[in-house]
């Protein structure tokens, strides 16, 4: 089916008004992190290395919220395509239900076992000693953020992504300005450094969850019902753990792999730790747009399947790898650009850490184009058609079986300098590109997963 021009620009405009919000949305939260490490380094190298491995433990903790929306996307996104608006309320509900338990378990965690969860990153006892107020202070963001962060994902897959952009933007913009405030005292503020980081982030979290419960008053629009989080619903739920099982299962294997990159560089010295952070910290920032058009892939996608229209479905997935690959790209072009800024910004490393950040904000560059096409294919098309399994196993070979062992080796038996470690580290999304290439042109994904009733 050759598409008219029109409706190419159909897609351009539906692709950019979803894309264009989410990766604002996802700029502004990665500049919370550029806040708290360029703020924290000018207190000392310390602060900001503590901060960066105690963060880790909410890294974890936001891997279960990725899988819980995009679970929740799976299904919302194809249910409103159809038009089924209490399908989607349903979904909300069950997704709600599981996020809070979560969100319970890491807040008893960090709250009182900070001491436990930090000596998993780092054997340093100053840094050790360091990350446990913040973890004791910013776990009641966790409380906040399970309700908050499922609602937004309802959102922007109900027609309302420009809203829940700004909410999420509010509650950043915020924070960034609390942690000026807190961190250093300014207008009268006590002078609180990593604690009032920490204390930002809490007030920011509570502050959006209040702008998302006023939302949910808002007549019309999809909303949290009592009777569904108390109702069951068989059907949706069987659907619901069918299609999350293997997201969240998907999204421990990496996340834990990737956390072990954390691990393996918080036994190097102080020097990588502050280095890697704030290369991750910069590649999070430039990677915002090809996460936006993963995410928007998502939804896109979803909605086309929804409908039954499958063959457009197919179509919008060949153009959107392809429109990934070029932002890919070009984010490592920009990264490159920015280099000498960042290394300007980061004037309290000590010199071996500027050294180590010089290289690999190089090594980012070419991690971004493999990054933007598997968050589009994988995380996106895939999932839009409840192709969910896949990604785990890709993840689990890629990570446990060959870039993880590697790194360990690298690091602790072959004693290879910190830079060739990081490359090592740096290679997962490339390696699985062949098996990701492969998957797609099978077209599993391509598949309506709607049914007729969903009150049973």
């Not at 961190?183 to 002078?191: A, D, E, S, T, V």
Request: charged share 15%; net charge positive; hydrophobic share 50%.
């Amino acid at each position: 089916m050759r598409e008219t021009k029109e409706e190419k620009k159909e897609f351009y405009r539906k692709l950019f008004a979803l894309v264009l919000p989410l990766a604002l949305q996802n700029l502004m939260t990665a500049l919370v992190s550029a806040s708290d490490a360029l703020m924290l380094g000018m207190l000392d190298q310390s602060s900001l290395s503590s901060v960066s491995l105690a963060t880790q433990v909410q890294f974890v903790l936001n891997l279960f919220y990725a899988a819980l929306t995009i679970g929740t996307t799976v299904l919302a996104a194809q249910y409103w395509g159809k038009g089924d608006r209490e399908a989607v309320e349903r979904v909300l509900a069950i997704a709600l239900k599981g996020s809070m338990v979560i969100s319970l378990v890491f807040f008893l965690a960090a709250f009182f076992c900070p001491h436990l969860l930090m000596r998993i990153f780092t054997n340093d006892p100053e840094l050790i000693q360091l990350g446990i107020p913040y973890l004791r202070i910013v776990s009641w963001s966790y409380l906040f953020m399970g309700i908050s962060q499922i609602y937004l994902c309802i959102m922007k897959n109900s027609g309302r992504t420009m809203r829940s952009t700004v909410y999420g933007s509010s509650a950043v913009v915020l924070n960034l300005l609390l942690n000026t405030l807190l961190i250093f005292g300014f207008l009268g503020f006590p002078r609180m450094e990593i604690a009032g980081a920490a204390l930002a982030t809490t007030i920011a979290r509570a502050v959006e969850l209040g702008l998302v419960l006023m939302e949910n008053l808002r007549k019309g629009q999809i909303r949290i019902r009592m009777k569904y989080l108390r109702e069951g619903s068989p059907v949706l739920q069987r659907d619901f753990v069918k299609y999350t099982s293997p997201v969240l299962a998907n999204e421990l294997v990496w996340g834990c792999g990737f956390t072990m990159f954390s691990v393996i560089m918080g036994h190097l010295g102080s020097d990588a730790v502050a280095a890697n952070s704030i290369a991750n910290i910069v590649k999070n920032i430039i990677s915002c747009m090809c996460l936006g058009i993963g995410a928007g892939s998502g939804i896109l996608v979803g909605n086309e399947l929804g409908r039954g229209a499958l063959e457009r479905a197919r179509e919008y997935g060949g153009r959107l790898c392809r429109i990934s690959v070029a932002a890919g790209a070009v984010s490592g072009v920009i990264l490159l650009a920015c280099s000498p800024l960042v290394q300007l910004l980061a004037a309290s490393l000590s010199e071996q850490a500027h050294e180590y950040l010089r290289v690999m904000l190089l090594i980012c560059a070419y991690y971004l184009i493999g990054k933007a096409v598997n968050s589009t294919v994988v995380a996106g098309i895939f999932c839009a058609g409840g192709d969910t399994k896949f990604g785990l196993l890709c993840d689990a070979v890629t990570m446990w079986v060959i870039i993880v062992p590697i790194g360990m080796l690298a690091a602790f038996v072959w004693k290879l300098p910190v830079l060739a470690v990081y490359f090592l580290l740096n290679m997962d999304e490339f390696v699985k590109l062949p098996a990701v290439y492969r998957h797609y042109k099978k077209y599993r994904w391509v598949r309506n997963l709607t049914k007729e009733s969903q009150g049973q």
